[in-house]
């Protein structure tokens, strides 16, 4: 039947509700009401910033219209919803996103224009949201955009820390130094307070059980902070369908804590509202390793006490049972960051829902889905036991009844194997003990995937080989990780778009959401036409680069060269070491030709960009060693035409939007078996730029898709490694019968070649001796890859042809792909349609 009008007269509210703005005409009128209003400015004292701002906020209107009817709906159907928990969601900017997504990029343009400023000018004024340190980060915000785009009922829950990821400045020395990222400074257009949405969170206390014949317990006494949310809208490419981005800011419960004010203790009770708010004051740098700090603890627990509360009470709303929960919630871990929301689960259904513990368990173990997103060993978090005890006593005595139980079902099942129980208990003995959050994500979940095929199986043999043998292998299994066409296509290239859809011959709406399309237009790449049109593109994008580094660092790139670039964070797995050493190799040999000789060479241009985490020194010494090496080339006047050098300081994720589709080869080196996936890889191979890499991650399925005669692969395989790092340390070789290339390189670099040989020493050291990334090992693999791209790219015509080839078979890694599979064989979600 009709619904009853809630409030008030229905003509009166329909008369006024405000509809999209999507004529030039109404989005000027927009703009303009909002440089009135909302910024207080006019005209003649609008700048570049003021203008980017009313258009952002204009822009956001149109959001949260699609945002309400999206959420209505969500509200009216009652689907089954899933939540993406990521502490790290790296989103970069959202204005041309938002405005390619709403398919209203022409009409702004044309109405700023008007106004009296360049689209593309607003769209530098933006700050990045850099949420997050790398590929876990970016990857979330791929899967927002997907989500939002295949219309599934997803929300992401976050933090919103005040300073995101470190701006990193570069020393004259070449050091890395790190500043704050202020990047709410400016007002941010893209968030929405909820003053409603707030929850309260207690830390520290005591944890009593009533020990009344229920598993029942009361938490009490400690600090109480308040969770407020913050929604960013995430509109989905060509629909209605707009998600939401609920980020929870820690806030103290009253200003200050009263009890200290009454008894007189005024700076305490200041003190302890400065605790309160320091909670997400900032994201954590570390990428790949754990501290084990008491406040990142206190980030994780906030965050997903908050979420779960929200899910919650979004739950009850509907008034099923709560045995239900299961069918209408779907949570997916990013990582072990969010693993506390599992005994928060158990602690709310045990103590305050009253549920019987087994039943509670099962509603847990059918609600929360668990992505691993890395196998080494030094990222895998565990928290000291006495941490946990003081911080959160109610869900460690949890953590131990889930241990027990567990413990119990694992004897039953393997009798008498002590062993096994000590290797698969969730408390690590020693000193501390240590509660290990990636046994416990594992077995509170449902399911347990990996980010490829090769790292889902080292997942499955190597750190979960114990739970796989208990629990079946049916539970692990692989989703391939993806990228958004729309951001890492479309928006960062857009003149590749252009061509892509005009050669389709259909709107770009339909093959941004069916990459498999791409396909098509692999014949064209015996076209010469469609070539030249090819290649042209990618130099004007080599062209936009130089200008890129040009107007902002004041350095002259030769476009004629080949751009080759690893751009990621600075990680010894990484192997930047390599890549550096590689380019004083070819340096070397450089030097040792004629001038003659030297003219045949075809010229390179080597770019890094990479932030280091602030503690993890080696790493920074590798980025001093790339910064000195870099002044001697480009300063070298019989070299520098042949070989140019540049680190690009603080990498991010718009950064990359204009170094992507210039690359012509991209590099992903790591030692096999340790990148998880890497997802930069996609992004420059969907824009035709070649890959050289090792047999690793999704390097190997991107093989498999644009197949090997496209692709460079080198080094040593992931089942070898484990015997070359045995021989490494136990029948050690020196390096210079490895690899005599590489010793070379290493004794210039260590005779000061690039300044004082010294300060490199700790570095060289970790080729010389353990040698744990077999740097030396594939040294000559790699130099004789690098050969192979070299000879490749003289043969222009045929480059060419495999850069074709590489873009138009990367339809399976959109991330559209990838979230359908969560969707469908994970959550059990169905896409909800958004009516006009
Ligand atoms: C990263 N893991 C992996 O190192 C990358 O290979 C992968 O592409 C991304 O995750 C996304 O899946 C991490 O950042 C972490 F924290 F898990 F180590």
Redesign the pocket.
């Given at each position: 039947g009709k619904e009853k009008w809630p409030r008030g007269d229905e003509k009166t509210w329909k008369e006024n509700m405000r509809a999209l703005e999507t004529d030039v005409p109404g989005i000027s009128r927009n703009i303009v009401n909002h440089v009135q209003t909302s910024l207080a400015r006019q005209a003649y004292n609008l700048d570049d910033l003021g203008a980017y701002q009313a258009a952002a906020l204009s822009v956001r209107d149109n959001l949260i219209l699609n945002w309400n009817d999206t959420q209505l709906q969500y509200t009216r159907k009652e689907p089954k919803r899933a939540y993406y928990l990521s502490l790290e969601f790296l989103m970069g900017r959202a204005l041309d996103n938002a405005l390619l997504n709403l398919d209203l990029k022409k009409q702004y343009s044309e109405s700023t224009d008007k106004l009296g400023f360049n689209m593309e000018d607003l769209l530098e004024q933006e700050r990045d949201a850099a949420l997050g340190?790398?590929?876990?980060?970016?990857?979330a915000a791929c899967y927002l955009d997907s989500s939002a785009s295949m219309e599934l009922p997803v929300w992401g829950y976050g933090l919103r820390y005040k300073y995101g990821i470190f701006q990193q400045l570069i020393s004259p020395e070449g050091q890395q130094l790190e500043a704050p990222d202020p990047w709410l400074e400016n007002q941010n257009p893209w968030e929405l307070p909820r003053l409603d949405v707030q929850y309260d969170v207690r830390f520290y206390g005591s944890a009593d059980r009533l020990n009344d014949g229920t598993p029942r317990a009361v938490w009490s006494g400690g600090q109480e902070v308040v969770a407020q949310a913050y929604d960013v809208m995430i509109p989905g490419c060509f629909t209605k369908s707009t998600n939401n981005l609920r980020l929870w800011e820690s806030k103290p419960k009253r200003g200050f804590d009263l009890n200290s004010f009454n008894a007189g203790d005024y700076e305490r009770a200041v003190e302890s509202s400065n605790s309160a708010s320091a909670i997400t004051s900032v994201l954590y740098p570390n990428?790949?390793t754990t501290f084990g700090k008491e406040l990142r603890l206190k980030q994780q627990y906030f965050w997903t006490a908050a979420s779960l509360a929200d899910m919650i009470r979004r739950f009850k709303n509907i008034g099923k049972p709560i045995t239900q929960f299961p069918e209408y919630v779907a949570i997916q871990l990013n990582?072990t960051h969010p693993t506390m929301a599992i005994p928060e689960l158990m602690r709310i259904l045990v103590d305050e829902e009253d549920v019987p513990w087994d039943t509670a368990w099962q509603i847990t173990t059918n609600t929360f889905f668990y992505?691993?997103?890395?196998v080494?060993p030094e990222?895998l978090e565990k928290w000291p036991v006495p941490l946990m005890q003081h911080l959160l006593p109610r869900h460690l005595q949890i953590i131990y009844d889930i241990n027990m139980y567990f413990l119990q079902a694992v004897e039953k099942k393997f009798p008498g194997d002590r062993e096994r129980l000590a290797r698969m208990s969730l408390i690590e003995e020693g000193f501390p003990q240590q509660i290990r959050m990636a046994f416990l994500a594992c077995i509170g979940s449902r399911k347990v995937n990996g980010?490829?095929e090769l790292?889902s199986e080292l997942v499955k043999t190597t750190i979960l080989k114990d739970f796989v043998e208990f629990e079946g292998a049916g539970k692990f299994s692989n989703v391939t990780?993806g990228i958004t066409p729309r951001r890492w296509l479309d928006q960062c290239n857009p003149e590749l778009s252009a061509l892509i859809s005009k050669s389709l011959n259909v709107p770009k709406q339909v093959w941004l959401k069916d990459l498999f399309m791409l396909k098509k237009l692999l014949p064209l790449a015996e076209d010469a036409a469609f070539r030249k049109e090819w290649a042209e593109i990618k130099q004007r994008n080599k062209e936009r680069l130089a200008h890129h580094v040009r107007t902002t660092l004041g350095l002259e790139i030769n476009t004629n060269a080949m751009f080759d670039v690893q751009i990621k964070r600075l990680h010894e797995y990484k192997r930047q070491s390599l890549n550096i050493l590689g380019v004083i190799h070819r340096y070397l040999t450089l030097k040792d030709m004629s001038a003659e000789e030297r003219k045949k060479v075809n010229p390179r241009v080597v770019f890094f960009a990479a932030k280091a985490a602030p503690g993890y020194w080696i790493a920074k010494l590798i980025i001093r060693l790339i910064v000195n090496v870099a002044r001697i080339l480009n300063a070298d006047p019989e070299t520098k035409d042949y070989l140019q050098l540049y680190f690009l300081p603080d990498y991010s994720v718009s950064l990359a939007e204009v170094l992507i589709p210039a690359s012509d080869i991209s590099q992903h080196i790591s030692t096999a078996g340790t990148?998880?996936?890497?997802?930069s890889n996609m992004k420059f191979c969907l824009n035709g730029g070649l890959l050289l890499g090792t047999v690793d991650?999704?390097n190997i399925e991107i093989g498999e898709e644009v197949g090997e005669s496209n692709v460079f692969f080198f080094g040593y395989l992931t089942p070898e490694v484990e015997q070359v790092r045995y021989n490494n340390i136990y029948h050690p070789r020196p390096v210079e019968e490895k690899s005599p290339a590489l010793a070379r390189v290493l004794s210039v670099v260590s005779q000061g070649m690039f300044g004082d040989g010294g300060i490199y020493e700790p570095f060289l050291n970790t080729i010389r001796q353990g040698d744990y990334y077999l740097i030396a090992d594939d040294f000559d693999s790699y130099i004789n890859a690098l050969k192979m791209v070299d000879d490749a790219y003289l043969d222009k015509e045929e480059w060419i042809k495999k850069s074709i080839r590489t873009a138009c078979t990367m339809g399976k890694f959109s991330s559209d792909r990838a979230i359908m599979e969560y969707a469908e064989s994970y959550w059990n979600l169905e896409p909800v349609k958004i009516p006009a």
């Amino acid at each position: 039947g009709k619904e009853k009008w809630p409030r008030g007269d229905e003509k009166t509210w329909k008369e006024n509700m405000r509809a999209l703005e999507t004529d030039v005409p109404g989005i000027s009128r927009n703009i303009v009401n909002h440089v009135q209003t909302s910024l207080a400015r006019q005209a003649y004292n609008l700048d570049d910033l003021g203008a980017y701002q009313a258009a952002a906020l204009s822009v956001r209107d149109n959001l949260i219209l699609n945002w309400n009817d999206t959420q209505l709906q969500y509200t009216r159907k009652e689907p089954k919803r899933a939540y993406y928990l990521s502490l790290e969601f790296l989103m970069g900017r959202a204005l041309d996103n938002a405005l390619l997504n709403l398919d209203l990029k022409k009409q702004y343009s044309e109405s700023t224009d008007k106004l009296g400023f360049n689209m593309e000018d607003l769209l530098e004024q933006e700050r990045d949201a850099a949420l997050g340190n790398g590929g876990l980060g970016r990857l979330a915000a791929c899967y927002l955009d997907s989500s939002a785009s295949m219309e599934l009922p997803v929300w992401g829950y976050g933090l919103r820390y005040k300073y995101g990821i470190f701006q990193q400045l570069i020393s004259p020395e070449g050091q890395q130094l790190e500043a704050p990222d202020p990047w709410l400074e400016n007002q941010n257009p893209w968030e929405l307070p909820r003053l409603d949405v707030q929850y309260d969170v207690r830390f520290y206390g005591s944890a009593d059980r009533l020990n009344d014949g229920t598993p029942r317990a009361v938490w009490s006494g400690g600090q109480e902070v308040v969770a407020q949310a913050y929604d960013v809208m995430i509109p989905g490419c060509f629909t209605k369908s707009t998600n939401n981005l609920r980020l929870w800011e820690s806030k103290p419960k009253r200003g200050f804590d009263l009890n200290s004010f009454n008894a007189g203790d005024y700076e305490r009770a200041v003190e302890s509202s400065n605790s309160a708010s320091a909670i997400t004051s900032v994201l954590y740098p570390n990428d790949h390793t754990t501290f084990g700090k008491e406040l990142r603890l206190k980030q994780q627990y906030f965050w997903t006490a908050a979420s779960l509360a929200d899910m919650i009470r979004r739950f009850k709303n509907i008034g099923k049972p709560i045995t239900q929960f299961p069918e209408y919630v779907a949570i997916q871990l990013n990582d072990t960051h969010p693993t506390m929301a599992i005994p928060e689960l158990m602690r709310i259904l045990v103590d305050e829902e009253d549920v019987p513990w087994d039943t509670a368990w099962q509603i847990t173990t059918n609600t929360f889905f668990y992505t691993n997103h890395t196998v080494l060993p030094e990222a895998l978090e565990k928290w000291p036991v006495p941490l946990m005890q003081h911080l959160l006593p109610r869900h460690l005595q949890i953590i131990y009844d889930i241990n027990m139980y567990f413990l119990q079902a694992v004897e039953k099942k393997f009798p008498g194997d002590r062993e096994r129980l000590a290797r698969m208990s969730l408390i690590e003995e020693g000193f501390p003990q240590q509660i290990r959050m990636a046994f416990l994500a594992c077995i509170g979940s449902r399911k347990v995937n990996g980010v490829a095929e090769l790292h889902s199986e080292l997942v499955k043999t190597t750190i979960l080989k114990d739970f796989v043998e208990f629990e079946g292998a049916g539970k692990f299994s692989n989703v391939t990780n993806g990228i958004t066409p729309r951001r890492w296509l479309d928006q960062c290239n857009p003149e590749l778009s252009a061509l892509i859809s005009k050669s389709l011959n259909v709107p770009k709406q339909v093959w941004l959401k069916d990459l498999f399309m791409l396909k098509k237009l692999l014949p064209l790449a015996e076209d010469a036409a469609f070539r030249k049109e090819w290649a042209e593109i990618k130099q004007r994008n080599k062209e936009r680069l130089a200008h890129h580094v040009r107007t902002t660092l004041g350095l002259e790139i030769n476009t004629n060269a080949m751009f080759d670039v690893q751009i990621k964070r600075l990680h010894e797995y990484k192997r930047q070491s390599l890549n550096i050493l590689g380019v004083i190799h070819r340096y070397l040999t450089l030097k040792d030709m004629s001038a003659e000789e030297r003219k045949k060479v075809n010229p390179r241009v080597v770019f890094f960009a990479a932030k280091a985490a602030p503690g993890y020194w080696i790493a920074k010494l590798i980025i001093r060693l790339i910064v000195n090496v870099a002044r001697i080339l480009n300063a070298d006047p019989e070299t520098k035409d042949y070989l140019q050098l540049y680190f690009l300081p603080d990498y991010s994720v718009s950064l990359a939007e204009v170094l992507i589709p210039a690359s012509d080869i991209s590099q992903h080196i790591s030692t096999a078996g340790t990148e998880a996936s890497g997802t930069s890889n996609m992004k420059f191979c969907l824009n035709g730029g070649l890959l050289l890499g090792t047999v690793d991650g999704a390097n190997i399925e991107i093989g498999e898709e644009v197949g090997e005669s496209n692709v460079f692969f080198f080094g040593y395989l992931t089942p070898e490694v484990e015997q070359v790092r045995y021989n490494n340390i136990y029948h050690p070789r020196p390096v210079e019968e490895k690899s005599p290339a590489l010793a070379r390189v290493l004794s210039v670099v260590s005779q000061g070649m690039f300044g004082d040989g010294g300060i490199y020493e700790p570095f060289l050291n970790t080729i010389r001796q353990g040698d744990y990334y077999l740097i030396a090992d594939d040294f000559d693999s790699y130099i004789n890859a690098l050969k192979m791209v070299d000879d490749a790219y003289l043969d222009k015509e045929e480059w060419i042809k495999k850069s074709i080839r590489t873009a138009c078979t990367m339809g399976k890694f959109s991330s559209d792909r990838a979230i359908m599979e969560y969707a469908e064989s994970y959550w059990n979600l169905e896409p909800v349609k958004i009516p006009a």
